[in-house]
């Protein structure tokens, strides 16, 4: 019969806090609240810690149990062994309420138990065996007949690589016969394999710099934020690689947010009568596979629509402003001309040969001379009253679509979008005559300083002041995260009396590394929060603060790390903009005067403690200049 070992905690068990010492915070509080002696701020948890290590000193095998802990714990505090035997009893109880089943552990003791192998859970640890199998009763993971086997009470552990021997004797199986998993690379992975047993690691007990939390106010920042620390930890776990950058980013930043925007905006939602939702693309589609995954049985009709800013300004048959034609993309080609004004590829073509440029390539990137040859040129007669057909021409499949998509629609309505001004939900008022009163849930909106009822925020709300606005002057580093799903929408086709869209692949020059491991991560975390078992782990106003928080490191205090892992992206699409990207390579001199006449100076500053090529003196120069700049004018 085959054997399946598993390591307990962090493995097939997690606590809801952010590292397992974190349970010794929680019992220094518990402590104080029943009157019995301990040292202030964190120095029990150091306390514990080191009495923990100094009594294993104590032991020739080096193996302690709880109570051999909290008896020179005591000593040190002057205890009386009431006190003492209290105070074990409390951390018991703590790590018991904090415990819970893991779904990676529940899926793999699952299969093991499908291929008729017996089970062994291999511990490290100074907990009784007794207390430990009472907890793995109630997460449903002991059953007759397995083994359970603690380093305090055999006297051997997994570390030291002494407790395989044993367990090869109790169970009377060759090596070949077991299977380990557990989450320490040494003790779960490594340790096993010097006594010729199989091993493989599962899950994470390591903390990402996004599930730290702050030191001030710890024990009230573990009950209200531990919970979705661990549920960042239990994503990364069930990814291919949980210690990876963009898998750390998504599961700790990307995936909250996406969870409390969700959990918000089906709240709202409900609470308006909103019969129906409408995501717009293309950052729609991370949002929308959110609420899928959040969906109750009252979850409003959720749809993709699929039309952005260009397709409804196209339907509503607006002129693109000449001046600002080229603005944005990273690549002023005529591709993107014949993108954002809607061009046939002959048209084009025919555009490049009437402004001098038929020997260049459409893709090729255009100098302020031939730019000034092609505005010239759109700005004639003859080109506006073309370019007026062919969005007349254009403007059709869309309001045909939109009319298609318009006939499904039940109750209220709503438009659901990163932001960050709601235009498009404008240009769907202005659309759709005798559309319902339609409202719209962003993740940040920062529109007009007089509060709409029609259009609220979430991370941030500049009408009613709410929010930290470090999203909202890093919008672009976000949209460029949560996007990128498809390329562009090329237009719209019918198939069997239906309209439907049509994506490109995504462009030549569009290439943002790591995104979609980090969006793969995220939607690991809301599948997590919208599992019953970890309901209680989590409020809509927790997850809030926890986003802030660390968007606010992100994109406000950036680690050199940060820098050098967004410094690859290179972003060409016709809805992308220069402060897409973070000068990780240095300044630029021609894109920090691009930025000073767009009036972003954050787009030259960031990131400012992780630019490779630049010293302080110049950064300091560059804000001097961006504040004579302003000064100005």
């Not at 002494?162 to 070949?176: H, K, Y």
């Not at 299977?179 to 493989?200: F, L, M, W, Y």
């Not at 100098?367 to 969005?391: G, P, T």
């Not at 603060?545 to 050199?560: A, G, K, Q």
Request: with cysteine; proline share 4%.
């Amino acid at each position: 019969m085959p054997v399946s070992s598993f390591d307990i905690f962090d493995t097939v068990l997690t606590r809801r806090l952010c590292r397992p010492i974190d349970v010794f915070t929680l019992l220094g509080e518990r402590l104080r609240e029943e009157g019995i002696r301990v040292p202030p701020f964190g120095l029990f948890r150091l306390l514990r810690m080191r009495c923990e290590r100094w009594s294993r000193r104590f032991e020739p095998s080096h193996e302690v149990m709880l109570p051999d802990i909290h008896r020179l714990l005591g000593r040190f505090l002057f205890w009386s062994e009431k006190d003492q035997l209290r105070a074990a009893e409390l951390e018991r109880e703590i790590e018991a309420s904090v415990l819970r089943i893991t779904p990676h552990g529940r899926r793999v003791l699952t299969d093991a138990r499908e291929t008729g192998a017996r089970i062994v859970y291999v511990s490290d640890m100074y907990l009784e065996e007794d207390f430990l199998r009472s907890i793995l009763k109630r997460e449903g993971l002991l059953e007759d007949g397995d083994l359970l086997a603690v380093s305090g009470e055999w006297k051997v552990s997994k570390a030291g690589g002494t407790i395989w021997a044993r367990l090869l004797d109790t169970l009377g199986v060759a090596p070949e016969v077991i299977h380990h998993q557990g989450d320490n690379v040494h003790s779960d992975v490594k340790s096993p394999r010097t006594a010729g047993i199989s091993s493989a690691r599962l899950g994470t007990a390591e903390v990402s710099r996004w599930e730290e939390l702050p030191e001030r106010d710890r024990a009230k920042n573990l009950h209200r934020q531990g919970g979705i620390a661990a549920l960042s930890r239990l994503a990364r776990a069930q990814c291919e690689d949980p210690d990876d950058y963009w898998t750390c980013l998504g599961a700790g930043v990307l995936g909250p947010i996406l969870a409390g925007f969700t959990a918000w905006m089906l709240r709202e939602a409900q609470t308006g009568g909103i019969g129906t939702l409408w995501f717009l693309s293309r950052d729609g589609w991370l949002m929308l596979e959110s609420a899928r995954l959040m969906s109750r049985k009252d979850t409003p009709k959720l749809e993709y629509l699929c039309a952005g800013r260009r397709q409804l300004q196209m339907a509503s048959v607006a002129a693109v402003d000449l001046d600002e034609l080229f603005e944005g993309s990273r690549s002023h080609s005529l591709r993107l001309v014949g993108k954002r004004l809607g061009l046939t590829e002959d048209v084009l073509e025919q555009l490049a040969a009437e402004s001098g440029l038929a020997t260049v390539s459409l893709d090729q990137a255009l100098d302020e001379a031939c730019k000034v040859r092609v505005r010239s040129l759109l700005a004639s007669e003859i080109w506006q009253k073309r370019l007026e057909q062919i969005r007349e021409t254009a403007a059709h499949p869309i309001r045909e679509y939109l009319e298609q998509i318009r006939s499904r629609v039940s109750g209220a309505l709503a438009v659901v979008d990163v932001g960050w001004q709601g235009r498009s939900q404008d240009k769907l008022v202005e659309l759709l005559n005798g559309l319902p009163p339609l409202r719209g849930y962003y993740l940040g909106y920062s529109g007009s300083s007089v509060p709409s009822g029609s259009k609220a925020g979430w991370i941030y709300d500049l009408s009613t002041a709410k929010g930290s606005r470090a999203l909202h002057d890093h919008q672009r580093v976000f949209e460029v995260l949560i996007g990128g799903v498809s390329g562009p929408l090329r237009g719209y086709t019918q198939a069997e009396g239906k309209w439907e869209a049509v994506f490109d692949e995504a462009e030549a020059g569009e290439f943002a590394p790591g995104r979609e491991r980090a969006q793969i991560a995220a939607l690991a975390f809301v599948r997590l929060a919208a599992e019953s078992a970890y309901a209680d782990w989590w409020t809509i106003e927790d997850l809030h603060c926890f986003s802030s928080r660390n968007l606010d490191r992100l994109l406000l205090h950036p680690s050199r790390q940060d820098a050098e892992q967004f410094r690859d992206w290179t972003v060409s699409t016709d809805d992308a903009h220069l402060d897409s990207v973070p000068l990780a390579k240095g300044f630029d001199f021609s894109r920090i005067k691009t930025c000073l006449k767009k009036e972003q100076p954050w787009a030259f500053v960031w990131p400012e403690a992780a630019l490779r090529n630049s010293s302080t003196l110049c950064k300091w120069l560059m804000k001097a200049a961006w504040f004579a700049f302003r000064m100005r004018n």
